[in-house]
């Protein structure tokens, strides 16, 4: 995952493996402070077996940066352990440390958080829920919250919104609106929805699909660029295809172009 930092420093973490399921794996990373031209050696962010990452960082109000993480149990690629935790590595760039926030435990395992900012004391995240990936009517996405600026963080509950035991994503527009995507499936990863929430994560009453069909749309990764254009790169055919899809908000709340 590559992440420019408000000082212009591009930063690169990415797993490492070393055994035969991502139950073994660590955290590696590397900065560049010259656009990516040239790379610092690597280093290891966090040496516990099983953790990985996938999602961005967010800013939050006093500078430091939250990058979302998770520990992987289970040894088992055809499922996700009740015991896998999230939880958020939080760097301070004045001071140049890194902290571990608290372990966040669900019902059936939690990975693969998003956060957003909603003031500086409260934030929220969603999160993909454990479990296996068969048909079902168990796989709800995992939510949970903050109340002391993401230092600490609240138990996973389940949502309403279905989760086939696949990535979702999470942002906070320019304009304070939050937008959430997910495949709004119990146990296929399709359709790749959107939704929109203008009350602080109160309600989402604007949903929209992006993409649907007899394929697979899977972990997408948002942001909003300066010219307010939302951008959502996700895959598809089994991981084997990169797609981009662009939009103004506008097409989620009232269905324009």
Known sequence: ???????????????????????TSRIAMKISKDGAQTWSDASILNFEEGTMVRGKPI?????DYLLPVWKETGYNTEGVAAD????????????????????????LGVLQPAPVEIDPS??????????????????????????????????????????????????????GHLLLVYNNSMSERTPLRVAISTDDDKTYPYRRNIVEG?????YPYAIQTRDGKIHIV???DRRSV????????????????
Request: glycine content about 12%.
């Open 122 to 175: 409260n934030l929220i995240a969603y999160a993909r829920r454990g479990g296996g990936y068969g048909r079902g009517t168990q796989g709800y996405m995992v939510r949970t919250e903050s109340h002391d600026g993401g230092k600490t963080w609240a138990e996973g509950t389940e949502t309403s919104m279905p989760n086939p035991n696949a990535a979702v994503d999470f942002l906070r527009l320019r304009n």
């Open 1 to 23: 995952m590559v992440w420019q930092a408000p000082d212009g420093v591009v930063w690169l973490w990415y797993v490492v493996r070393p055994g035969s399921t991502w139950s």
């Open 84 to 107: 896998t935790v999230s939880f958020f590595m939080r760097y301070d760039p004045r001071a140049k440390k890194w902290t571990e926030s608290n372990r966040v435990h669900a019902r």
């Open 214 to 218: 007899k394929n697979d749309f899977a």
């Open 242 to 257: 990169i797609n981009h899809a662009v939009f103004d908000e506008d097409a989620i709340v009232n269905g324009g172009g």
């Open 234 to 236: 996700f895959t598809s």
């Open 59 to 63: 800013v939050l109000h006093n500078g």
